[in-house]
């Protein structure tokens, strides 16, 4: 998945899925968090794109990786 | 006036000392009256601690003296003074997390590493400085000082551990480490950080950051304390839902075995690209000084290493943000401006990005086994850049400004996402006389071969016993 740049959250945006989670944010943390969404969003695009195979999102335990 | 005796006393390190307490040639008491007169001394100026334990250590000096003179002698830790992060929980001890939220918490029970540290005969002599909640500078905290370069950053979250144990303020100290917490403070301080394998060593009592990718980890000023410290505090634990069941070895076991015949992977990130030149020449070294002691040495990429802080993004942020929910939403003006940028994202990452991190994060898992079925240990800088200025987040690589909020987990959180073990000990210094480390990791549960490798290491170098500060004593030579 590629973003291109007409596909990223503006402040706008931001404000209001902020507000959904019932943050109401001062304009400074508002810019902020609206230029931090933009990098997880263009970040995690390339994760999107790896198939993560039969992997559940159980905890991880790392018993099992012990050596003989 | 501080004698050399009492400096000897302060700079020691436990497996020096250990064997004076046991033989009563030096006792728990005096070590600890100089190590506190030592610590009111320089706290002042260096910040390493929040909360001096002095009626608390001096009681469980004098209990240590009466035990050993009575032939109950418990082990190498048995006398010799420890410091807690104070995100730590200590019954009785105020246990501020850094934080204006709740600065005066008491905790009504301790942490099970500090429970465990106790029953093997430590001096809890204080809890130390350290970024609010792991995550944030806070300025209603002083930073703890560099004791190499003060006008450089001591780093974090684990700042007063790095601090306290190489400015000979405590023999060894429990930090915690979430992407780097309590190996980027060994690094430029100038100590050895050991983040043991994820369920290792509990977490119980530690005040979370990111439930899956929080670590309970050992500063020491030596590979062999480390092993120490880690042989007391390690294994199973019912209090801690991710604990591990997995037997605990003698870590010390194997340390003095060398690495000839070893195989290593070398990292160097995912590029070569925005590391300091000091810090690649001193990594260089230490390749060199590893294969001068017979190890074979191939440079390998880690896998999806690109992808890290995106991942650690997607995890570390949306856990601390629902673990200070309440906080974020009803105090956050007692939040310091990092603490509350992070929590805002992390209340934004979607659901969908935090589930698909952690199904990714085993996809990481089987390829870093796979790696590791071709090799010992993986050796990596421990981080790309020198210290930044105190105080800031930013510093210079290659001219350029780096946020070092950004630049961490490349290194170091490649290790908390796999839930690896990774060591961080001293290998040289910049050409601004701050420290520089390299890092080890290995596989999980194999946290002696890691030792190992370090200790050998270690014999190698002359690192300086004592930094410049507190005091001004004159430099050891040089590497």
């Known amino acids: 998945m590629n973003l291109a740049d007409d596909q990223m959250i503006d402040r706008d945006t931001v404000e209001v899925l902020a507000r959904a989670q019932g943050l109401d944010l001062p304009e400074d943390r508002l810019e902020t968090l609206a230029r931090m969404y933009a990098e997880f969003t263009i970040g995690f695009a390339a994760v999107w794109e790896i198939d993560p195979g039969d992997h559940e999102p159980a905890a991880i335990v790392f018993d099992d990786e012990v050596r003989s | ?479």
């Open chain 2, 1 to 479: 006036m501080t004698t050399e005796h009492e400096l000897d006393l302060c700079f020691m390190t436990i497996a020096e000392l250990a064997p004076l307490i046991r033989s009563r040639e030096i006792s728990p008491v005096e070590v600890t009256t100089a190590m506190l007169d030592r610590i009111d001394r320089h706290n002042g100026s260096m910040h390493a601690y929040i909360t001096i334990t002095r009626e608390v250590a001096l009681e469980q000096a004098r209990a240590a003296e009466r035990e050993i003179a009575a032939g109950d002698y418990r082990g190498p830790l048995h006398g010799v003074t420890i410091s807690l992060k104070d995100n730590i929980a200590t019954r009785g001890i105020r246990t501020s997390c850094a934080s204006m939220v709740a600065p005066n918490w008491v905790p009504d029970e301790d942490a099970t590493v500090y429970a465990r540290l106790r029953a093997a005969g430590a001096i809890l002599v204080g809890k130390v400085n350290l970024f609010e909640y792991a995550f944030s500078m806070n300025p209603a905290y002083p930073n703890a000082v560099n004791p190499w370069h003060p006008e450089r950053t001591s780093s974090g979250s684990s700042s007063g551990s790095g601090v306290a144990v190489a400015a000979g303020m405590v023999h060894g100290s429990i930090g915690s480490d979430t992407g780097g917490s309590g190996r980027a403070p060994a690094n430029v301080n100038g100590a050895v950080g050991f983040k043991a394998t994820y369920g290792r060593v509990s977490r119980r009592g530690l005040f979370p950051l990111s439930y899956t990718l929080d670590h309970t980890t050992m500063m020491t000023r030596s590979v062999r304390d480390s092993a120490l410290m880690l042989q007391a505090t390690a294994g199973y634990d019912p209090l801690d839902e991710n604990s591990s069941r997995v037997a605990v070895p003698d870590f010390s076991a194997v340390i003095g075995q060398g690495v000839a015949g070893m195989r290593l992977a070398l990292a160097r990130g995912y590029t070569h690209e925005g590391i300091d030149p000091d810090v690649t020449s001193v990594f260089n070294a230490a390749v060199a000084t590893l294969r001068a002691l017979g190890a074979e040495i191939e440079e390998v990429r880690l896998p999806y290493v690109e992808h890290c802080a995106a991942l650690q993004m997607a995890t570390m942020n949306p856990e601390a943000a629902e673990i200070h929910h309440e906080t974020h939403r009803h105090s956050s003006d007692k939040l310091g401006e990092t603490a509350l940028m992070r929590l805002d994202i992390g209340s934004l990452v979607p659901a969908t990005a935090y589930i698909r991190a952690q199904r990714m994060r085993k996809v990481m898992r089987d390829a870093f086994r796979d790696l590791l079925d071709r090799y010992d240990a993986i050796i990596s800088p421990a981080l790309a850049m020198r210290p930044g200025v105190a105080g800031t987040w930013t510093t210079l690589v290659d001219g350029k400004d780096v946020d070092l909020r950004s630049a961490g987990p490349e290194y170091t959180g490649i290790y908390n996402l796999t839930g690896m073990p990774a060591l961080v000990l001293p290998a040289g210094f910049s050409s601004e006389d701050t420290p520089i480390g390299i890092q080890i990791a290995g596989r999980w549960f194999d946290e002696a071969t890691i030792l190992r490798i370090a200790h050998a290491f270690e014999e190698t170098s002359d690192w300086p016993k004592r930094p410049p500060y507190p005091e001004d004593h004159p430099r050891a030579s040089s590497m």
